[in-house]
DNA sequence: AATGAATGAGACTTCATTCAT
DNA sequence: GATGAATGAAGTCTCATTCAT
């Protein structure tokens, strides 16, 4: 009843909700939104079903916060940030970006995020506030790629052409993939890297 | 009473069969296999769903007809016999048959049966001939499309390595688009095409 | 056009319908009212299941119609006048009853009516028109073997006891052999009538 | 959160399945399998439909648990060892078998299984695991019957003619009575057994 | 007259959500 | 806070009935 407790509580709390949010996004990756139970979720977090109506009003709410939680882990922007500080070319740029965004270990999730965004794309009936979060979020890429393309259009190591719509097609193909293939940069992520900076190196 | 009269009567079932496959390949390719709701394939079909048990014994019924309809009018190998009779080199051949097996209009299907059997992939709780028959369609395309790479990789006209494994990651690729996006090749196809071809491209 | 095609057709109308009734009391009787599908009945009468609805209005009318024509062509009041005119014993008569009303051959239908009267019993839902003819139909039975079990138990060939109590226990009892075992009595009919015949003979 | 705990909910929930399969004794014994709705079975059980699906996996699953239930509580055999502790003639053991069998309240639940076990004899789309249960347990009763029989006759209590197939038409007997009149044993119970009894006896 | 194509109510089952403990 | 018991809407499938041919 001390006051330090409500804070620890709250703390504690927190570390419930992380729990399940970092549960949540990754069966709903694997799954899809509608194919995920709450069953999957909770099972994963390793609690009851009910429990995550405690912390959580609805499947739908799970899955706003947990993306919204995903997305502020995942940091983009800061990945780029400490990029830009690294003397590399556009190219290696857009290399290492991938090479950091697709290859992460446990803590990252950005792979979850982006393949979840994916199956967000194909269900279009879902709430505007969610459609919202996932605009917002894959504008993110848009923002931080499409100075890279430029330069490296104008330094020449990328092909002539629209780079927007280089750009789109682009990440059409990483988002195809990870819808696709889950697993497929668990492998030889630098060769697959490398193959598909192929597609837009000069 | 004619004899013309039971033939007629045979080839009026075919055709609404074919509606209702047509149908179905459709909605199985946009939404998943679980996904899709009998009612979604009847509304599609512009019947009722009652009308749909009466030309198939259950939703698994329909979807397996309907991709044996699809890989049966899909015709890659026909395809490819085709092509092998122009003077062609491999490469060209690879970029001819993305032209012509994505840049279909209404009739051939080929884009939602490719789909489906991506959707198929994550769906390990299918009877064991459906898995038999995605199996063997996902073959098709390995074994028109394996000879072609080998073939370019000794004429220098494709990037050395494990073609096999070239080979995977591309096809994951294209799998992954029309996961991703259907409407992906409606539009500039020919520069889309070109694009992909760069990956593998000497 | 001629008078006569009328009574022509008035005659061919009343086969096939006899054709459908004789096929509905068979099934009926095999499978239940609520279990036996229109279907069921179409196969059996070797007619599509759409012409039953040319002949009568609903499955119910099926039903109501085939009781009715069934009962009629039963004649259990014929049959025992017919056993009245011989010099027989009442136990005799008793005997020679159920010899003649479960051992028919294909015309009688006795068996049959007597079986879905007993699946009607346990249909609490049917419409009162039904249960009225059935109501009438089980009435039958009694009237005709009250008589013969009052004359054999005057006679002491019968045990004594209240004789409608006895005669509706003996009732039961068959009506559950043909409900339990349709096929009872085609074979050794002798023998288990006699069995049968002990429990009231003195 | 004291050990008694789990143990009480573990309790409390065979207590709930309990009450669902002695309603669904009931319903199916009332109505047949495929007349039984799970709906009727909620109903009798004052619980939802939901609710059963909690417990039991399937309709099949209720009835196949709730028949094993029931059969172990019906105690067949231990019954008779009881009976032959006495010192009673083989007709008298019979007897007594009937009386304890069928007049039983609320707790035996005997009659439904008996009653279910004849309803199964007529379902033949039944999977394996059932139809086993019901061969087993029909078993029960002529094995622990047919040696009574065989007793009887060579004491002379019981009348000559093969056994076998005495017995066989004394259980077809019961079975009918009790598919056809679910109360017959409620009243008058000595009586009617004693009027059966003289159908084999000497 | 005859067929079977077409429709939709109802039954089984799943699963999000609420609630008692 | 934590569990899982309880409910009911929605989806798949069956089948009586209507209707076009």
Redesign the pocket.
């Known amino acids: 009843m001390s006051p330090m407790n409500t804070d620890q509580l709250e703390q504690k709390?927190q570390e419930?909700k992380v729990q399940i949010m970092r549960a949540a996004l990754k069966v709903f990756a694997d799954n899809g939104i509608k194919l995920t139970?709450?069953?999957m979720i909770a099972k994963e977090a390793k609690?009851?079903?009910?429990?995550v109506?405690?912390y959580f009003e609805?499947?739908?709410q799970v899955l706003y916060e947990s993306l919204e939680w995903g997305m502020e882990r995942n940091k983009t922007k800061e990945m780029f940030d400490e990029l830009n500080k690294k003397q590399l070319s556009a190219l290696e740029k857009i290399k290492s970006f991938m090479m950091v965004a697709f290859k992460e270990g446990d803590t990252g999730r950005t792979g979850d995020v982006f393949r979840i965004i994916q199956h967000l794309h194909s269900s279009p009936d879902l709430p505007t506030h969610i459609h919202e979060l996932i605009e917002q979020s894959g504008k993110v890429y848009i923002e931080t790629l499409y100075p890279l393309f430029m330069e490296g259009q104008e330094s020449g190591e990328i092909i002539e052409g629209n780079a927007e719509e280089l750009l789109r097609m682009y990440l059409t193909i990483l988002s195809g993939i990870m819808a696709e293939d889950p697993l497929f940069w668990k492998e030889n992520t630098e060769w697959k890297v490398s193959i598909l900076i192929r597609m837009i190196a000069a």
Chains 1, 2, 3, 4 share one sequence.
């Open positions: 709390k419930r139970k709450m069953n609690i009851s079903y009910g429990l109506y405690h609805s499947k739908e």
